[in-house]
Nanobody
Framework: VQLEESGGCSVQAGGPLRLYCTVS????????LAWFRQRPGKEREAVAG??????????TYADSVEGLFTISQNRDNNTIFLQMNSLKPEDTASYYC???????????????????WGRGTQVTVS
């Protein structure tokens, strides 16, 4: 699976931003995708995850972004979105898309369980 993030830029605090993750390759029927971020000097952390085989998809968020960020996918299931609202300077980070070929459950927050990663897109909030 190949992943490519886009949409990152510099924004003012309080504003919205939408990130995109283009998914290509054989995602099969059991794919779990997630957004992670890595803030300066910090470890990579989970932001939002979506498990696609269920209807509707099973979605989960980190506590720090619950109610502020929304993960979704397009009808063709080849793009994953991360809508970020009310951005704060502490949301400044490189944002990454990750994929795993099976259900992750509560382990979805662990970067090590994902086999495929994009190169990231930078978001700067000031």
């Amino acid at each position: 699976v190949q992943l490519e993030e886009s949409g990152g830029c510099s924004v003012q605090a309080g504003g919205p931003l939408r990130l995109y993750c283009t998914v290509s390759g054989d995602t099969g029927a059991g794919y779990c995708l997630a957004w992670f971020r890595q803030r300066p000097g910090k470890e990579r952390e989970a932001v939002a995850g979506i498990y696609r085989p269920t209807h509707p998809p099973q979605i989960t968020y980190a506590d720090s972004v619950e109610g502020l960020f929304t993960i979704s996918q397009n009808r063709d299931n080849n793009t994953i979105f991360l809508q970020m609202n009310s951005l704060k300077p502490e949301d400044t980070a490189s944002y990454y898309c990750a994929a795993r070929d099976r259900y992750a459950g509560s382990a979805w927050v662990r970067p090590s369980i994902y086999a495929d990663w994009g190169r990231g897109t930078q978001v700067t909030v000031s």
